[in-house]
């Protein structure tokens, strides 16, 4: 593989997400912290009509329409399906034509600290994550199996993938989490610029939580929810969950069990965007990945 030519950090797929907006903001009015003598980087606003409004998405979310076969159906025309054919004709021929890194960043309610999510085991993006999580206690790394064709807009390059920091409310913004996500991204560029320069260090194994499933709140038969996360599971991301151990509390007050046969990682725990999903929880097996 050749050098990184170009690096885009998109921000805002889902407009009421504000850490990675106003840090896309932030490095446009000044543009010098991203700048690295080897490659070109810079921001793209994703969704500018969901931030204008505050909502995660006008018609539907944009980060499940890039899908190939829905990018091609003309039939679809909604306002983020007519947006992601557009980024997708910006990016995607930038990404055919050379080595394009696209950082789609996000956050969540959830305690995610700085999840870094692939939807490939491409080699740079394995050594990258090894990397970040070497150098960087807070970061996680989550591999999500891809299908053959993935809906997320990292997935306009095969060297894009996603950052989810979290906890933090939608609508707002929070200090250390900006800070700590602004960081990250110095060392994301810091690595491509030494991987261009060819002064890496190669890491040998990689830790990180593979996708398993995710699991529904229980809910009635009009598909009400009729129960919320136990108090003993919130904000426990990435600990252990071991069969037998309580995930739901019923709103009559009976702990609802982990019905599993083996120990799992749940993540994305009450993530607040996800109720719309039918998701209360990501379940996670811990692997370690020789590279």
Same mark, same amino acid.
């Given at each position: 593989?050749?050098?990184?030519?170009?690096?885009?950090?998109?921000?805002?797929?889902?407009?009421?997400?504000?850490?990675?907006?106003?840090?896309?903001?932030?490095?446009?009015?000044?543009?010098?912290?991203?700048?690295?003598?080897?490659?070109?980087?810079?921001?793209?606003?994703?969704?500018?009509?969901?931030?204008?409004?505050?909502?995660?998405?006008?018609?539907?979310?944009?980060?499940?329409?890039?899908?190939? &076969?829905?990018?091609?159906?003309?039939?679809?025309?909604?306002?983020?399906?007519?947006?992601?054919?557009?980024?997708?004709?910006?990016?995607?021929?930038?990404?055919?034509?050379?080595?394009?890194?696209?950082?789609?960043?996000?956050?969540?309610?959830?305690?995610?600290?700085?999840?870094?999510?692939?939807?490939?085991?491409?080699?740079?993006?394995?050594?990258?994550?090894?990397?970040?999580?070497?150098?960087?206690?807070?970061?996680?790394?989550?591999?999500?199996? *891809?299908?053959?064709?993935?809906?997320?807009?990292?997935?306009?390059?095969?060297?894009?993938?996603?950052?989810?920091?979290? *906890?933090? &409310?939608?609508?707002?913004?929070?200090?250390?989490?900006?800070?700590?996500?602004? &960081?990250?991204?110095?060392?994301?560029?810091?690595?491509?610029?030494?991987?261009?320069?060819? &002064?890496?260090?190669?890491?040998?194994?990689?830790?990180?939580?593979?996708?398993?499933?995710?699991?529904?709140?229980?809910?009635?038969?009009?598909?009400?929810?009729?129960?919320?996360?136990?108090?003993?599971?919130?904000?426990?991301?990435?600990?252990?969950?071991?069969?037998?151990?309580?995930?739901?509390?019923?709103?009559?007050?009976?702990?609802?069990?982990?019905?599993?046969?083996?120990?799992?990682?749940?993540?994305?725990?009450?993530?607040?965007?996800?109720?719309?999903?039918?998701?209360?929880?990501?379940?996670?097996?811990?692997?370690?990945?020789?590279?």
């Amino acid at each position: 593989m050749g050098n990184i030519n170009s690096v885009v950090i998109a921000t805002g797929t889902h407009g009421n997400e504000f850490t990675g907006i106003y840090l896309g903001k932030k490095f446009e009015q000044f543009p010098k912290p991203i700048q690295r003598p080897s490659f070109d980087t810079r921001v793209l606003l994703s969704n500018p009509k969901a931030f204008a409004a505050a909502r995660r998405y006008i018609d539907k979310d944009l980060n499940r329409c890039f899908a190939i &076969a829905d990018l091609e159906n003309k039939q679809l025309a909604s306002y983020e399906d007519i947006l992601a054919k557009n980024i997708y004709y910006l990016l995607g021929k930038e990404s055919q034509s050379q080595q394009q890194v696209i950082i789609d960043l996000h956050t969540s309610t959830a305690n995610m600290q700085l999840t870094i999510i692939l939807g490939s085991q491409h080699p740079f993006l394995l050594q990258l994550a090894a990397e970040l999580s070497a150098i960087n206690p807070d970061v996680r790394i989550c591999y999500s199996q *891809p299908t053959r064709d993935s809906n997320f807009l990292c997935s306009i390059s095969e060297l894009g993938f996603a950052i989810e920091v979290g *906890p933090v &409310a939608q609508g707002v913004l929070n200090a250390e989490l900006f800070q700590k996500t602004e &960081a990250l991204i110095y060392q994301v560029l810091d690595y491509i610029e030494s991987y261009n320069q060819g &002064a890496i260090q190669k890491h040998h194994a990689l830790t990180f939580y593979q996708y398993v499933e995710v699991i529904d709140y229980p809910r009635n038969e009009a598909g009400e929810i009729q129960a919320m996360i136990h108090p003993k599971l919130q904000f426990r991301d990435y600990e252990p969950l071991n069969p037998g151990e309580p995930i739901f509390l019923s709103f009559d007050g009976n702990a609802i069990a982990y019905q599993g046969t083996s120990t799992v990682y749940p993540i994305f725990i009450n993530e607040a965007a996800y109720y719309e999903k039918g998701i209360a929880m990501c379940l996670t097996e811990k692997k370690i990945l020789e590279i």
